[in-house]
């Protein structure tokens, strides 16, 4: 099991001594933003855990909180953040590490591909430089040991004529290329974890597929964790083995995702995917009625209740719990089905 919230994890830690810890585990982490409108509450009470060469993704609409949490986790939040919970990678509690340590272990233990990756290369500089210089930052590779790597890690991302491309700037490379410089960047010192906002949106559908064949191919030759946001369902139903829905900061749905897919419990799920056809369906797109509600507002009970065709009296004054509704399916609605073992 790879997805796990609240009540499987007291369950988890109890065979946590025989057990080596997952990849990563995030319990009950919060992150709010004092603004002059309010306290902005991104990211509410997320727990769930990675085991190595997982794919969890984790979808939802703009604004629901997958970038901030992505943030946290790597630990460069802004300073005005408030955070809360634990961030455990290999079992250590990197949000318990003083900063200059946590520094060191970003690159080696955990690194990300940040949203918009276009922008994430140095157009001044060649992509061996570029590599050889993430590579040195968090190892103490002379500038030869590095350039090997380089090499190394063009051919992990499958580059055709890695030694050619080199010595290319970004601005001769097509976007697929360059998005798998900013991955080989990203992989240079074989992080156990590797956190990917939305790695694929800028890509088109041809090249997007060959990226999400490239993180496969991470997995089961590195066993790296990935955690990939993505807003499109298709993308999670292609690459992932679990899937966590976030909405307004909070876990709505979780659970493999085949299960998720197949069979959303929750009323959010139900609307995404109604929203969001994967290629080769003709399905009319739906798209959700209304508009998510301001972070800094929140209304009382769930969150989505002000869009939700079935919400009742209570939705609007109670945040449901995450009850289990499959073998490990969870879901945060009143209406869902609780299973009881
Ligand atoms: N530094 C900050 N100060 C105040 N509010 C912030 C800050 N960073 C993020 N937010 C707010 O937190 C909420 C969640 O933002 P986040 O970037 O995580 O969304 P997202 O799910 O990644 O959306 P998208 O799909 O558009 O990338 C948003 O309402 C955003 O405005
Ligand atoms: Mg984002």
Same mark, same amino acid.
């Given at each position: 099991?790879?997805?796990?919230?609240?009540?499987?994890?007291s369950?988890?830690?109890?065979?946590?001594?025989?057990?080596?810890?997952p990849?990563?585990?995030i319990r009950?982490?919060s992150?709010?933003f004092?603004?002059?409108? &309010?306290?902005?509450?991104?990211?509410?009470?997320?727990?769930?855990t990675? @085991?190595e060469?997982?794919?969890?993704?984790?979808?939802?609409?703009?604004?629901?909180?997958?970038?901030v949490?992505?943030r946290?986790?790597? @630990?460069?939040?802004?300073p005005?953040?408030?955070?809360?919970?634990?961030?455990?990678?290999q079992?250590?509690?990197?949000l318990q590490?003083?900063?200059?340590?946590?520094?060191?272990?970003? @690159?080696?233990?955990?690194?990300m591909?940040?949203q918009?990756p276009m922008?994430?290369?140095?157009?001044?500089?060649?992509?061996e430089?570029?590599?050889?210089?993430?590579?040195?930052?968090h190892?103490?590779?002379?500038?030869?040991q590095?350039?090997?790597?380089?090499?190394e890690l063009?051919?992990l991302?499958?580059?055709?004529s890695?030694?050619?491309?080199?010595?290319?700037?970004?601005?001769?490379?097509? &976007?697929?290329?360059?998005?798998?410089?900013?991955?080989?960047?990203?992989?240079a010192?074989k992080p156990?974890?590797?956190l990917?906002?939305?790695?694929?949106?800028? $890509?088109?559908?041809?090249?997007?597929?060959r990226?999400?064949? $490239?993180?496969?191919?991470?997995?089961?030759?590195?066993?790296?964790?990935?955690?990939?946001?993505?807003?499109?369902?298709a993308?999670?139903?292609e690459?992932a083995?679990?899937v966590?829905?976030?909405y307004a &900061?909070?876990?709505?749905?979780t659970?493999?995702?085949? /299960?998720v897919?197949?069979?959303?419990?929750?009323?959010?799920?139900?609307?995404? $995917?109604?929203?969001?056809v &994967?290629?080769?369906h /003709?399905?009319?797109?739906?798209?959700?009625?209304?508009?998510?509600?301001?972070?800094?507002?929140?209304?009382?009970?769930?969150?989505f209740?002000?869009?939700?065709?079935s919400?009742?009296?209570a939705?609007?004054?109670?945040?449901?719990?995450?009850?289990?509704?499959g073998?490990?399916?969870?879901?945060?609605?009143i209406?869902?089905k609780e299973?009881?073992d």
């Amino acid at each position: 099991m790879t997805t796990v919230l609240e009540r499987p994890l007291s369950a988890l830690s109890a065979r946590a001594n025989s057990e080596a810890p997952p990849a990563l585990e995030i319990r009950h982490v919060s992150v709010s933003f004092p603004t002059r409108d &309010g306290l902005v509450r991104a990211v509410n009470d997320v727990s769930f855990t990675v @085991g190595e060469g997982r794919i969890l993704a984790i979808l939802g609409e703009s604004g629901s909180g997958k970038s901030v949490l992505l943030r946290t986790i790597l @630990g460069i939040q802004a300073p005005s953040a408030r955070v809360r919970g634990a961030v455990l990678v290999q079992g250590t509690d990197l949000l318990q590490l003083p900063a200059a340590e946590r520094v060191r272990l970003r @690159g080696s233990l955990l690194s990300m591909v940040f949203q918009n990756p276009m922008t994430a290369l140095d157009p001044v500089y060649t992509v061996e430089q570029q590599i050889v210089e993430s590579v040195r930052r968090h190892t103490k590779m002379s500038v030869g040991q590095a350039r090997d790597r380089a090499l190394e890690l063009l051919r992990l991302v499958q580059i055709d004529s890695p030694e050619r491309r080199l010595t290319a700037y970004p601005f001769e490379l097509s &976007g697929g290329m360059r998005q798998r410089v900013v991955i080989a960047m990203a992989l240079a010192c074989k992080p156990r974890v590797l956190l990917a906002d939305e790695p694929t949106t800028a $890509l088109d559908v041809t090249v997007q597929a060959r990226v999400l064949d $490239l993180f496969r191919s991470i997995r089961r030759e590195l066993g790296t964790a990935i955690v990939l946001v993505t807003h499109d369902v298709a993308v999670a139903a292609e690459v992932a083995d679990d899937v966590q829905v976030m909405y307004a &900061g909070r876990v709505v749905e979780t659970g493999p995702v085949r /299960t998720v897919i197949g069979q959303p419990e929750h009323p959010y799920t139900r609307g995404l $995917l109604n929203a969001n056809v &994967g290629p080769g369906h /003709t399905a009319r797109l739906v798209a959700i009625p209304g508009q998510p509600p301001n972070p800094a507002q929140l209304p009382e009970g769930c969150a989505f209740a002000p869009r939700c065709d079935s919400a009742l009296g209570a939705c609007r004054t109670t945040v449901p719990e995450l009850v289990r509704v499959g073998a490990l399916q969870y879901a945060r609605c009143i209406h869902a089905k609780e299973l009881i073992d």
